[in-house]
């Protein structure tokens, strides 16, 4: 008998080493900061103030209710469980790797279907950058409101109560769209401006399109305006709105006009427009 049980455990063994190394999930809760380090309690003790002027930047994205995650690692950080993650909401390569507090999760088995997409209307979308005008810069911010779970885990904390400038459009579009304005620059389709002035970019653009190059991203909401998220380190900072013109030649005075964004260095100092909207 003893015999038989230890064979069994011994079969057992294999199954239990492969379900140790199955891949692990977990699902957003409501919305959740993604940071690029795992040392949340420093970077929301309420200490230092996030500042990407100076370079303080951990926060990476406000991941939506019901983004899931798959767990790459996990560890303890002041008491607290911090789990290293991967997401195809944020899918950009890291030298650090992403990290999101546990206790923003709950586990869920593979094969828990993503969040859902729904694109909103083109008005909705317009209403949606609208409603974001006045609201502060905040690098990595998506939610012009900010995270509610943040002060019930880490009292003192910055709510992250802002968008940056792919963070502007990721809310109003319910997170339809990348949230990186590198990814942005070859969503949707080119609009060819190479060549054009200012005035000739302005005649070929619709509304919802993007001005776009790897830093930055702003959104034409119709033939006289564009809305955009900037930092602001010298002042003027946050959601506002410009003169698509205006706007356009204050741009082309630093870069050039392309059809299609390279993939290296050389579009530094130019720029595109992208179609994304369907119509």
């Not at 190394?21 to 795992?38: E, K, M, S």
């Not at 546990?102 to 209307?121: I, N, Q, W, Y």
């Not at 810069?137 to 019930?152: F, I």
């Not at 005075?253 to 299609?260: G, M, N």
């Amino acid at each position: 008998m003893k015999m038989l049980i230890f064979a069994l455990l011994l079969a057992l063994i294999p199954c239990a080493a492969a379900a140790q190394g199955a891949p692990h999930y977990a699902v957003a809760i409501g919305a959740t900061p993604v940071l690029n380090t795992p040392d949340f309690g420093s970077v929301f003790s309420g200490a230092r103030p996030l500042d990407p002027c100076r370079g303080v930047r951990p926060v990476e994205f406000v991941a939506l209710e019901g983004t899931l995650f798959r767990i790459e690692g996990q560890e303890e950080k002041d008491g607290v469980t911090v789990y290293r993650v991967t997401s195809n909401d944020y899918p950009h390569p890291s030298r650090t790797g992403y990290f999101v507090d546990a206790r923003f999760l709950k586990s869920v088995d593979a094969g828990f279907p993503e969040r859902p997409r729904s694109l909103p209307g083109l008005e909705e979308v317009r209403r949606g950058l609208l409603a974001s005008l006045g609201r502060p810069y905040v690098w990595g911010g998506d939610l012009r409101d900010g995270v509610p779970l943040l002060a019930g885990f880490y009292p003192g904390a910055d709510p992250l109560a802002g968008v940056d400038c792919s963070g502007l459009l990721y809310q109003a579009t319910d997170g339809f769209t990348p949230r990186n304005s590198a990814a942005l620059t070859s969503f949707g389709a080119a609009v060819p401006i190479a060549g054009l002035s200012p005035d000739g970019i302005a005649a070929r653009l619709e509304p919802l399109d993007l001005i776009v190059w790897k830093g930055h991203v702003m959104v034409v909401l119709d033939r006289d305006w564009v809305i955009e998220s900037t930092m602001g380190c010298r002042g003027g900072g946050g959601v506002h709105r410009s003169p698509l013109k205006q706007a356009l030649r204050r741009i082309m005075k630093s870069r050039k006009a392309l059809d299609d964004y390279p993939a290296r260095g050389e579009g530094a100092k130019g720029f595109v427009v992208r179609r994304w909207f369907p119509r």
